[in-house]
């Protein structure tokens, strides 16, 4: 990229790579991997809702999709914890068993590390002393990230896959192509609309949906408007947020692309302080006022999906849970209590924590298609002969709040050693 850009250099350097700098470019498709400029270019303003959301108090966002080749992993922050073991005691017995073999093999792909590999200095050390120290019931780890590939760089879906379409012929990538329904002939998918025409799907083809949580929800309820087992919950996590010298360094080697410190905080920060940008994440409880739902808008506009999420009292009492953790996190890491935080509405530190630092802002949708309710134990949508899903809308209710990516990615792997061996 060019060393000083502006937005006519930006596009002209990103469509019109020279031969030499393909497989550079290739490797470089994670928005921190790129100049910082593509951050401002990327962030927020390609985030797109395609369905009708229905605000409720403590709860105003569902956060969008990518609608590009990579999704969300063009932007993901790429921690990548593995679920606890507590949480997955009531899963079927054949899907954690299919997690834990296939764990290894998706955090290899994903190159995960540990944060102490990535970085070096002194001051993770001391941190993680603290904690273990001053925390004596919760486990502390080095945060495990999807960052072992060259230089740290965060992994992104789309070198592999363009990889896999340059060694493997029958491979193809359609892009510029919206799916919008399968064509089914009772319950056996016989072809798919897309925005590109009909693809036929042949008798012994097998179809997988992975095309994130509420998007293949509203696939399936398009496509099968007689499904009752469809889209009843939604379970997401919930956010709660708290309050350079070389700009590039510090953009790509922030851990999270959303949750890293601003300019101004970065410049009136005071010698000896540390910036840490704390984030909880919690989940929500089942709900049966939560739910996606098929209404009469227009399906080929994505306009008739519509969304609530209902918090009830157990997920505020998380919120307000969340928040006193952090609050002993960060006592845990300043055990003389030398610590200011940032009051976003004067934009200052001070030495009190904000009013109010909740975020209505919903995270990681999940468990729109959960395994047994929709979908039988081989990943097998029911009621269908050839549909198969994988992603976050499989996950079993009230599984966990960690990260999911890494879970999915090793059931993804399990679905396709299965397929492959039948
Ligand atoms: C800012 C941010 C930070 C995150 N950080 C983390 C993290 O640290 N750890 C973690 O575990 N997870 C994180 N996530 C979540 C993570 O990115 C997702 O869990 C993961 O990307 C889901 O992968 P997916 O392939 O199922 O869906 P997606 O990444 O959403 O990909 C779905 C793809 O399908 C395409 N698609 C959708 N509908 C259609 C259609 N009708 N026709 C054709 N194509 C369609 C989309 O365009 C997209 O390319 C983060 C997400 C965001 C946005």
């Not at 969008?64 to 063009?74: A, D, N, R, Y």
């Not at 079927?92 to 290899?108: I, K, N, V, W």
């Not at 999906?305 to 845990?332: C, F, G, P, W, Y």
């Not at 729109?368 to 979908?375: H, N």
């Amino acid at each position: 990229m060019s060393a000083d850009p502006n937005a006519s250099k930006v596009l002209e350097d990103a469509f019109f790579v020279r031969e030499e700098e393909w497989e550079q470019a290739r490797s470089e498709d994670h928005v921190q991997n790129l100049h910082p400029i593509f951050k401002s270019i990327l962030r927020g303003t390609c985030e797109t809702f395609p369905w009708q959301f229905q605000q409720s108090p403590g709860v105003e966002l569902l956060r969008g999709i990518l609608p590009f080749f990579g999704g969300k992993s063009l932007v993901w922050s790429g921690w990548c914890p593995k679920p606890c073991l507590e949480s997955t005691t009531s899963w079927p017995l054949s899907f954690t068993q299919g997690l834990r073999e296939f764990l290894e093999a998706a955090e290899d792909l994903l190159q995960v590390v540990s944060s102490s590999e990535v970085y070096k200095g002194e001051l993770q050390a001391v941190l993680k002393n603290l904690l273990d120290d001053n925390i004596h019931d919760k486990k502390v780890m080095f945060a495990p990230l999807a960052m072992g590939g060259a230089l740290c760089k965060k992994f992104c879906t789309a070198a592999p896959l363009l990889s896999l379409a340059k060694s493997h012929k029958n491979f193809k990538i359609a892009t510029n192509c919206l799916v919008y329904e399968i064509v089914n002939n009772n319950g056996t998918a016989t072809a798919l609309k897309t925005s590109r025409g009909e693809v036929k799907l042949y008798d012994t083809n097998k179809l997988v949906l992975c095309m994130g949580a509420i998007p293949s929800t509203a696939l399936v309820l398009n496509s099968f408007p007689t499904f009752h087992h469809i889209g009843k919950t939604v379970v997401t996590g919930m956010d709660n947020p708290d309050p350079g010298k070389n700009k590039a360094t510090a953009t790509r080697l922030a851990p999270d692309l959303v949750a890293n410190p601003t300019e101004e905080q970065m410049q009136s920060s005071k010698e000896g302080f540390v910036i840490l940008v704390c984030i909880g994440i919690g989940e929500f409880g089942e709900n049966t006022e939560s739910g996606v739902e098929r209404t009469n808008g227009d399906h080929l506009n994505c306009d008739n999906i519509k969304i609530h999420v209902k918090e009830s009292k157990a997920d505020q009492a998380v919120k307000t849970r969340m928040e006193d953790a952090m609050q002993d996190v960060l006592r845990a890491l300043s055990p003389q209590g030398r610590i200011d935080f940032w009051d976003s509405s004067c934009n200052k530190w001070k030495k009190t924590l904000p009013g109010d630092v909740r975020s209505s802002i919903i995270i990681n949708e999940s468990s729109t298609m959960p395994i047994e309710q929709s979908v039988d134990i081989n990943y097998q949508l029911k009621g269908t002969n050839n549909v198969f899903l994988t992603g976050n809308a499989i996950l079993p209710i009230q599984c966990g709040s960690w990260n999911p990516t890494l879970t999915i990615v090793a059931l993804a792997r399990h679905l396709g050693a299965q397929l492959a061996n039948n």
